[in-house]
C-alpha cells in the first residue's frame, strides 16, 4: 500500500543516548519533510530534502541529524537526546513546490518520543 | 516573517450544533491557505484549502473561505459530529527555496459530545 511509514511508534530513551526515528515513503514523492509537534506550538519543521543526498535546514534543526541516500528513506537521528526533544515527530512527503504554494504535504503516523 | 494564528481549544460542542474556528493569518504576497485535520493517534490530514482570495475550501460538510482583506481562513460546519472530534491545524504555504514551505497554526482541539 502507498503511503508513508513511520517507526517506531513510541520511543522511551535517556538523556545522552542516540536515538534514530525512520521514514519510509512508497509515493515516489522527492521532497520529504521532518517536522516536531508539541503543545501549543503546533508543528515546526526540523530538516527538509529535496532529493536523494539534498538536505536543508528547517526551524528547528540544532540537536537532530538526517540523511537520504535513497529516495524512500528519510531517517532522523538525534546524535545525544535531551529532555527538550521530548516530542511527537512527524515524517511527510510531497511533491515539488509550485509558485502557487498549493501542493498538499503527506503526513505519517508519527513518532512518540520520550526522553527521560 | 509569516505566522498562523487560531483560536485556543479546546472547543467543546453537543452533537449538531454549528462550529467556527476562527485563523488569521500574517504574510506578504498571496500565499495558499489550509486546513488540516489531526484523529486520534494519526497523523495530519488535508481537510480542505484555498488558493487565492475569495476561494472558498470545502470537504466532509466543512468549510472555509480565503478573505485576504481580514486576512482570514475561518473553519466552518453547519452541524458536527462526534466522529468530527481532532485537533484542526490552519496552516499557509508559499513556495520558498523549492519547495512549498507550510507555516502552522497551533492547533484547535475540537471535542463533540452526543
Known amino acids: 500500500d502507498a503511503g508513508i511509514t513511520q517507526s517506531p511508534r513510541y520511543k522511551i530513551t535517556e538523556t545522552g543516548r542516540q536515538v534514530t526515528l525512520m521514514c519510509h515513503q512508497t509515493?515516489?514523492?522527492?521532497?520529504m519533510f521532518w517536522y516536531r509537534q508539541d503543545l501549543g506550538h503546533g508543528l515546526r519543521l526540523i530538516y527538509y530534502?529535496?532529493?536523494?543526498?539534498?538536505?536543508d535546514k528547517g526551524e528547528v534543526p540544532d540537536g537532530y541529524v538526517v540523511s537520504r541516500s535513497k529516495t524512500e528513506n528519510f531517517p532522523l537521528t538525534l546524535e545525544s537526546a535531551t529532555r527538550s526533544q521530548t516530542s511527537v515527530y512527524f515524517c511527510?512527503?510531497?511533491?515539488?513546490?509550485?509558485?502557487?504554494?498549493?501542493?498538499?504535504?503527506?503526513f505519517g503516523a508519527g513518532s512518540r518520543l520520550t526522553v527521560l | 516573517g509569516d505566522s498562523v494564528t487560531q483560536m485556543e481549544g479546546p472547543v467543546t460542542l453537543s452533537e449538531e450544533a454549528f462550529l467556527t474556528i476562527n485563523c488569521t493569518y500574517t504574510?506578504?504576497?498571496?500565499?495558499?491557505l489550509f486546513w488540516y485535520v489531526q484523529y486520534p493517534g494519526e497523523g495530519l490530514q488535508l481537510l480542505l484549502k484555498a488558493t487565492k482570495a475569495d476561494d472558498k475550501g470545502s470537504n466532509k460538510g466543512f468549510e472555509a473561505t480565503y478573505r485576504k482583506e481580514t486576512t482570514s481562513f475561518h473553519l466552518e460546519k453547519g452541524s458536527v459530529q462526534v466522529s468530527d472530534s481532532a485537533v484542526y491545524f490552519c496552516?499557509?504555504?508559499?513556495?520558498?527555496?523549492?519547495?512549498?514551505?507550510?507555516?502552522f497554526g497551533a492547533g484547535t482541539r475540537l471535542a463533540v459530545h452526543p
Open positions: 530534502s529535496a532529493a536523494a543526498d539534498i538536505t
Open positions: 496552516a499557509l504555504s508559499r513556495f520558498s527555496g523549492g519547495y512549498n514551505k507550510l507555516i
Open positions: 509515493w515516489s514523492h522527492s521532497y
Open positions: 511527510a512527503s510531497s511533491e515539488p513546490g509550485t509558485f502557487s504554494g498549493a501542493n498538499v504535504l503527506t
Open positions: 504574510a506578504t504576497g498571496y500565499p495558499s
